[in-house]
């Protein structure tokens, strides 16, 4: 018969006192209370034994268990964990010794759960990506953002800007500037200490806010100016689609949860201090899913472009009309006037010839600013 959860030393208990009367037919009891045979007699044999104590249900947890980790290694997993709260199993195996056992990222949760630790789901779980695009080497292509700004937690020390740039090849984070404001000559400054210690990128892709985004009438900014000079290119990511820079999103992610999420900064030099400490730890030590759990500085090597103190001397090809661009951004040849741009003012360019007679390419540097048709009377 079925009985009760709450009733079951009851049911054992009166099922063995009546098992154990004289003439009684076992058979027939293991049928009315719905037991087997076997485990009759084991209540039989317990209540013999113990009496009513013996028909209260045991711990099926094992005397021992010969696969549980050793206290070394668990002692070893927890110090990372603390060493590094926000790192889950996955990142916390692959910085357990190489010689040494390295189980399983369940595993690690459960050791974690165990010594009463918060298990932290890996920051990259989930299924791999079914395509992932890097440039094939480092200081190809470098991503540049503003992190959203905050405030620090002195009202008179205004708040910060954290400025990112992260390598698409290596995820090696470049810079975490801790800017006062987001223009151009905070930019700049930042930069120019980066140049100097990692060398020039091939290239730089930003988005088009300020400072080097794309001013009225398709100009260039004088920060897009100052790193064409440089030979450095500049491309946009299209507008409303941040997955152009989805590395460099990432790594704010990553930087928000990590650090900013976790505590406040009483002034800018506080936060450079806290962001130095920080891009230390995520470039050389944290494991990174799509560098097979290998940190950034794995990939990364200094760009062979060094930075020059003072710009190149802009060179045209001998025959090419050079103009300097005008106050008000303009050019004029063969009175045909041309906008190429504010933050042209002061800079030369170079109009050539293309394979359409009486259309001309207006260029700065390597990069075409505009066009000029002698074909339309000016």
Known sequence: ??????????????????AS?????????????????????????????????????????????PNRSDAHLEAQVVALHDAHPCWGPRKLQALLPEEGPRPHPNTIGAILRRHGRQVILSSDAGPPATSRFEHEAPNLLWQMDFKGHFALTDPKAGRCYPLTVLDDHSRFAICLAACRGETAEH????????FRQYGLP???????????????????????????????RVGHSRPMHPQTQGKDERFHRTLKL?????????????????????????NT?????????????????????????????????QGETVRKVRGNGHITFKSHQLFVGEGLVGESVAIRPTDIDGLLSVVFCDRQVGEIDLRIAG
């Not at 930019?187 to 200490?193: G, R, W, Y």
């Not at 505590?263 to 995520?282: I, K, M, P, T, V």
Request: contains cysteine; positive net charge; hydrophobic residues 35%.
């Open 187 to 194: 930019v700049k400054s930042a930069l120019i200490d980066v």
């Open 258 to 282: 990590e650090l900013l999420e976790r505590r406040g900064f009483h002034s800018l030099s506080a936060c450079q201090y806290a962001f130095d400490d920080w891009r230390e730890q995520y």
């Open 285 to 317: 030590i944290r494991p990174h899913y799509a560098l097979n759990q290998k940190p950034p500085a794995s990939r990364y090597v200094v760009s062979a472009r060094r930075y020059p103190e003072e710009l190149p001397v802009l060179e045209y090809d």
């Open 202 to 232: 091939q290239r730089f892709t930003c988005d088009n806010g300020n400072p080097w985004g794309t001013p009225k009438q398709n100009g260039l900014t004088k920060f897009e100016v100052w790193l064409l000079r440089l030979g450095v």
């Open 1 to 18: 018969m079925p009985w009760k959860e709450c009733s079951q030393m009851t049911s054992r208990l009166e099922f063995v006192m009546l």
């Open 21 to 65: 009367a004289p003439g009684a037919n076992i058979s027939t009891l293991c049928r009315a209370f719905g037991v087997s045979r076997k485990t009759a007699y084991k209540w039989l044999a317990l209540f013999k034994e113990h009496g009513k104590d013996g028909l209260a249900d045991r711990s099926r947890r094992p005397t021992n268990s």
